[in-house]
């Protein structure tokens, strides 16, 4: 059974910093591409950034691009999201999920996700 366990979330004002962590169980976390996504309250989800098992490939939605940074740790299974100069706009829950890498893209892999976290960033 997969667990993605998130935490890390919470109050912040603008241009602040948050690091998000995602624990993971149940899966070959050291050889799974994984990633982030988010979702606001009335808007579609959003996959923010992705990153390949070995971690010599990250990809990131331009609007996190130069202040969000992916990494992982295999020996702790764990994931990461630093997230800096937070913006109001990045207010979302949070969640980590399982990736197919392929062609240089990632695919967030169906129902291999967590419950989330939430940011809210006050402006």
């Known amino acids: 059974q997969v667990q993605l366990v998130e935490s890390g979330g919470g109050l912040v004002q603008a241009g602040g910093s948050l690091r998000l962590s995602c624990t993971a169980s149940g899966i070959t976390f050291g050889t799974s591409a994984m990633g982030w996504f988010r979702q606001a309250p009335g808007k579609e989800h959003e996959v923010i950034a992705g990153?390949?098992?070995?971690?010599?490939?990250?990809k990131y939605a331009d609007s996190v691009k130069g202040r969000f940074t992916i990494s992982r740790d295999n020996a702790k299974n764990t994931l990461y999201l630093q997230m800096n100069s937070l913006k109001a706009e990045d207010t979302a829950v949070y969640s980590c999920?399982?990736?197919?890498?392929?062609?240089?893209?990632?695919?967030?892999?169906?129902?291999?996700w967590g419950q989330g976290t939430q940011v809210t960033v006050s402006s």
């Open positions: 990153i390949t098992w070995s971690g010599d490939n990250t």
């Open positions: 999920v399982v990736m197919d890498f392929a062609n240089g893209e990632y695919y967030p892999r169906a129902g291999y």
